[in-house]
């Protein structure tokens, strides 16, 4: 079985080489995914000897399933030169932090478009720290898994977060300037001009505590990784990988962050740039 693999992999490649239709086309409707070697493809799936991803597939999510060693990064990596050739940001998601997968998404982009703008967290810091103050606190929220014995506290953490991150004067805009927002002095202080919030503030004060250690927890494992000055989408190549932390549950805390901040992007600050989302 493996002979015989080995043996299809080398007639593909054979062909490729002689199929000019497998470069990028910037204006077909039609892009060319690789070789066909048989199967029951329809026709508009198909142009000669090679496959190709027909104009209503690709306005569709896709969803791409097989045994591990059965192309599935070679696809996203081809689907992603494709997205590139054609002028499109790509935002790339590795829920596994697989160096591997950061590195053909990147070096697939960049064969494309070469001199593009990329951006690798965590290597690289992210703004997290985008939108208004709702969303910083459903952003927030994200990082925390909650279950129903603990829904009131939850409850105590959205009221604090929000008064934090809404507070009079400028946006918080780093994990460090939250926990001090969080300080029962410093949050009294600022809303003693409002004289609901100070009576919510005040309530809360016995807690605050708790949310402030809750919230400086990820940002101590974080290390400043969600304070930089790029965010999401901003880069025509944004790729996001599962931060390697002594504590696991850390990274997937960081990770369900920025997953929240890109789900942001999309629905909020995204332009009118066609845009590929990839999550592996």
């Given at each position: 079985e493996q002979r015989r693999q080995v043996k299809v992999e080398r007639k593909a490649r054979a062909i490729a080489a002689r199929q000019p239709e497998l470069q990028v086309r910037k204006s077909a409707q039609v892009q060319p995914l690789g070789v066909s070697l048989g199967g029951d493809l329809p026709p508009s799936w198909r142009a000669g000897r090679v496959v190709v991803l027909p104009d209503h597939a690709a306005r569709l999510p896709e969803l791409a399933i097989g045994q591990s060693g059965a192309g599935k990064s070679t696809y996203i990596?081809?689907?992603?030169?494709?997205?590139?050739?054609?002028?499109?940001q790509v935002v790339a998601l590795d829920g596994k932090?697989?160096?591997?997968?950061?590195?053909?998404v990147t070096d697939a982009y960049l064969v494309a478009r070469p001199g593009a703008s990329v951006h690798v967290f965590p290597d690289q810091p992210l703004d997290g720290w985008r939108g208004d103050p709702a969303s910083l606190v459903n952003r927030l929220l994200g990082?925390?898994?909650?279950?129903?014995?603990?829904?009131?506290?939850?409850?105590?953490?959205?009221?604090?977060?929000?008064?934090?991150?809404?507070?009079?004067g400028p946006p918080v805009t780093s994990m460090g300037e939250l926990v001090n927002r969080l300080d029962p002095a410093a949050l009294a202080r600022s809303w003693a001009k409002s004289p609901a919030e100070a009576g919510l503030v005040k309530m809360l004060q016995p807690k605050l505590g708790d949310v402030a250690m809750r919230v400086a927890n990820p940002g101590a494992a974080v290390g400043g990784r969600l304070d930089g000055t790029t965010a999401v989408g901003e880069a025509d190549l944004t790729v996001i990988s599962l931060p390697t932390l002594s504590n696991r549950g850390d990274a997937e805390a960081v990770f369900r962050i920025v997953m929240e901040d890109v789900g942001h992007w999309i629905s909020v600050r995204k332009t009118s740039r066609p845009a590929f989302l990839v999550i592996d």
């Amino acid at each position: 079985e493996q002979r015989r693999q080995v043996k299809v992999e080398r007639k593909a490649r054979a062909i490729a080489a002689r199929q000019p239709e497998l470069q990028v086309r910037k204006s077909a409707q039609v892009q060319p995914l690789g070789v066909s070697l048989g199967g029951d493809l329809p026709p508009s799936w198909r142009a000669g000897r090679v496959v190709v991803l027909p104009d209503h597939a690709a306005r569709l999510p896709e969803l791409a399933i097989g045994q591990s060693g059965a192309g599935k990064s070679t696809y996203i990596g081809r689907r992603v030169f494709l997205a590139a050739g054609q002028g499109r940001q790509v935002v790339a998601l590795d829920g596994k932090g697989d160096r591997g997968f950061v590195q053909a998404v990147t070096d697939a982009y960049l064969v494309a478009r070469p001199g593009a703008s990329v951006h690798v967290f965590p290597d690289q810091p992210l703004d997290g720290w985008r939108g208004d103050p709702a969303s910083l606190v459903n952003r927030l929220l994200g990082c925390w898994a909650w279950s129903i014995e603990a829904a009131y506290y939850r409850e105590v953490c959205v009221l604090a977060l929000r008064l934090a991150c809404s507070q009079p004067g400028p946006p918080v805009t780093s994990m460090g300037e939250l926990v001090n927002r969080l300080d029962p002095a410093a949050l009294a202080r600022s809303w003693a001009k409002s004289p609901a919030e100070a009576g919510l503030v005040k309530m809360l004060q016995p807690k605050l505590g708790d949310v402030a250690m809750r919230v400086a927890n990820p940002g101590a494992a974080v290390g400043g990784r969600l304070d930089g000055t790029t965010a999401v989408g901003e880069a025509d190549l944004t790729v996001i990988s599962l931060p390697t932390l002594s504590n696991r549950g850390d990274a997937e805390a960081v990770f369900r962050i920025v997953m929240e901040d890109v789900g942001h992007w999309i629905s909020v600050r995204k332009t009118s740039r066609p845009a590929f989302l990839v999550i592996d």
